[in-house]
């Protein structure tokens, strides 16, 4: 069955229970098509509305094409969904390969590494494709309904969400390669995904007067140390022992 065709009850159910997947990567995948559906529905409350009719020839065509758009970003990020749950089965089923000769040790390595990869390509993907649907979102808070204003900024904040949980996803698939020749760049890029996503996440906080300092700070944090590991281990306990001394 495809997650396409679950009900909220029984993805939760399957979430919550020891089944290998859905997991975290199809979970990043699914807030990720949450923040398009949000997004296209301010779209609904101003296309062919008062408002729409307010907006000229131009941004009127540009409005309609990027509510397809959504539909399209809805649709690929449920792909990814599937794409998670395959790839990380093949993976788990490649450690279930032989070891007993020589020749099956290194097919069972070399298809190891093959599954690692894409494990670490499905959710890098999703990363790429969800930094590039800000502009979507930028466009619908600018000329979409102002009364759904806060849906579109909830839909940023999905958004990075899913983005920065792709990524999550990216490391730990990353760490296990044994042999990291030809995707030594991953890191950064990564890195640079969650950087760029921060500042348009914070560019839409603070033209709609959403800015959080506290958060801002989190997130420059976790720039300066690298990537998300080390800014769980490391901001996460000195809060705790803030408020422990509190």
Do not use: W
């Not at 000769?101 to 894409?118: F, H, L, N, P």
């Not at 730990?172 to 990564?190: A, D, F, M, Q, T």
């Not at 033209?207 to 300066?224: E, L």
């Amino acid at each position: 069955m495809y997650f396409k065709d679950y009900s909220i009850d029984k993805f939760l159910y399957e979430l919550k229970t020891d089944l290998p997947s859905p997991g975290g990567g199809s979970t990043a995948a699914l807030v990720s098509a949450l923040a398009g559906a949000l997004n296209s529905m301010v779209y609904s409350f101003t296309v062919d509305k008062k408002s729409f009719e307010n907006l000229n020839h131009e941004n009127k065509e540009k409005m309609k094409s990027l509510k397809v758009k959504c539909e399209e970003f809805i649709s690929k990020s449920i792909s990814y969904m599937e794409t998670d749950r395959e790839t990380f089965t093949a993976l788990m089923d490649t450690f279930k390969l032989p070891k007993e000769s020589d020749v099956e040790k290194k097919y069972r390595t070399q298809m190891i590494k093959e599954k690692t990869i894409a494990a670490i390509e499905s959710p890098l993907n999703l990363a790429k494709d969800s930094l590039k649907f800000y502009d979507n979102i930028d466009f619908a808070i600018e000329f979409g309904n102002k009364n759904l204003t806060s849906d579109a900024i909830v839909a940023a904040i999905l958004l990075h969400s899913a983005i920065e949980s792709a990524v999550v996803n990216v490391f730990v698939n990353y760490n296990s390669l044994y042999n990291k020749e030809g995707y030594e760049n991953i890191p950064e890029e990564c890195r640079e995904i969650i950087k760029k996503s921060l500042v348009l996440r914070k560019k839409l906080y603070k033209t709609n007067g959403f800015f959080v300092r506290k958060v801002d700070k989190m997130s420059k944090k976790r720039i300066v140390h690298g990537d998300c590991f080390t800014f769980y281990t490391k901001y996460v306990i000195n809060i705790r022992k803030e408020k422990l001394r509190k």
